[in-house]
């Protein structure tokens, strides 16, 4: 375990300005597509599962930042959440058109927020 004044020279974590915007915005393009998939009316067989848990940690992600970023400063280790919550944020352009290709059945992308340049043709 670490002594605690080593862990107090740390540099603070810069978080940028337009991390809360960014994070609200990706999980209401989720919730549009969990919506959308919603209203489709699927058979269980054909929703998979493994891309729905993908997109639900991803959201579970998203809210844990923004909580965190409601935190006290110096309560939390502000680096790694920055650094972990940039890797998730990555990650959504890459799941979302999977997700649309694996529902292409009346997929309707419902978020004004929805960026048209990850979706697939």
């Not at 990706?26 to 848990?53: G, S």
């Not at 920055?82 to 292409?104: D, G, K, M, N, Y």
């Amino acid at each position: 375990m670490r002594h605690a004044r080593a862990m107090g020279h740390r540099a603070p974590a810069c978080i940028p300005t337009d991390l809360r915007p960014r994070l609200e915005t990706a999980r209401l393009d989720l919730l549009a597509l969990f919506r959308a998939l919603d209203r489709m009316d699927l058979p269980p067989a054909e929703i998979p599962q493994r891309l729905i848990r993908q997109l639900f940690e991803l959201d579970a992600d998203y809210a844990e930042a923004l909580w965190a970023l409601d935190q006290p400063p110096a309560t939390l280790d502000m680096p790694t959440m920055l650094r972990h919550t940039l890797i998730a944020l990555e990650q959504l352009p890459e799941a979302a058109p999977v997700s649309e290709r694996s529902f292409r059945r009346g997929f309707i992308p419902l978020s004004r927020n929805w960026n048209p340049r990850f979706a697939t043709s």
